[in-house]
């Protein structure tokens, strides 16, 4: 399948000059300084969300990431192949992300993710791996529907990483959402319907309406991290696109360092799917 990058490119004192028109220019170029510095970047970076206490860097260089390798076992639950489009964003311009890392993890359609100690999914590897991004800047998965757990509307989380040899350089975090009706017409089907009850939707999820960490939207960041969703009866098919502004830096929760790449140790563990941190309940929009 050919994807196409629709590059936007920002003002620039060429085309302002050009569109004042030869004639109309009479002064000095300084004259027209103060109307380019007036023409701001209409592009915004995607928002970055927190990461959440699920990431595990496993080191799973895969494209399916519906086996558990420790067990042998594949996810049950619809296939979903998920494109990720990924841009970098400099000085207004959009190009594709060559060569980025990007992960992704997510709970399966009971609710669980693997690795975490409280749900005694320490070792399993399902529905976690990352791939790098190729010259058009995508990657692709093959992994499942998400189920739900308390507190949460439904989501994937996702992470870009750059690296310049062993260190890392850049790392944006964030999360995709689901068109809730949609979500509705698969949570008819075996297994997600075996586990009705589903408590937070879109509209309710203290993630999905908030801002970004990075301050660039303020508010109902989910909106803007959707997936295009096709239903394909055996399948359904993802879209989603992220743009980096890299000028940025960082996530702000994120510390980029050394390690080599992915595989360079686990974060610290975390609130699962019906265990408690410490201190008691989730609130609502528990990562």
């Known amino acids: 399948m050919r994807h196409r ?15 004042l028109g030869a004639a109309a220019f009479a002064g000095p170029l300084s004259r027209y300084a103060p109307l380019e510095a007036q023409q701001a970047c ?3 970076g995607s928002p970055s969300l927190t990461e959440g206490p699920y990431f595990v860097d496993e080191d799973l260089n895969r494209s399916d990431i519906r086996l558990d390798p420790a067990t042998g076992a594949v996810s049950a639950g619809l296939p979903l192949s998920l494109s990720i489009s990924v841009s970098q964003l400099v000085n207004c311009q959009l190009a594709p992300l060559t060569g980025a890392y990007v992960d992704i993890w997510q709970c ?4 669980v993710y693997s690795d975490v100690a409280a749900q005694n999914s320490v070792g399993r590897k399902f529905l976690r791996g990352y791939q790098p991004t190729n010259t058009q800047g995508y990657v692709y998965f093959t992994t499942v529907y998400p189920g739900w757990y308390q507190g949460r509307a439904v989501h994937i989380h996702v992470k870009v990483r750059i690296f310049n040899g062993v260190n890392e350089t850049y790392e944006f975090t964030s999360q995709f959402f689901f068109d809730e009706s949609f979500t509705d ?16 939707r879109n509209t309710n999820d203290g993630i999905y309406l908030g801002g970004s960490s990075t301050g660039s939207i303020t508010s109902n960041s ?26 940025l830096g960082s996530s702000p929760d994120q510390t980029p360092g050394g ?29």
């Open 185 to 200: 017409e698969v949570y008819r089907q075996s297994p997600y319907s075996s586990r009705p009850g589903r408590d937070t």
């Open 259 to 287: 390690g080599g790449g992915p595989g360079g140790g686990p974060p610290g563990g975390g609130m699962p799917p019906g265990g408690m941190p410490p201190g008691g309940a989730p609130p609502p929009g528990t990562p």
């Open 108 to 111: 399966d359609a009971g609710g």
């Open 5 to 19: 990058n629709h590059l936007a490119a920002g003002p620039t004192r060429r085309r302002i000059l050009g569109a």
């Open 42 to 44: 209409a592009i915004l």
């Open 222 to 247: 989910g909106a803007n991290l959707m997936l295009a969703l096709r239903n394909r009866g055996s399948h359904v098919e993802a879209d989603a696109r992220l743009i980096c502004d890299l000028s």
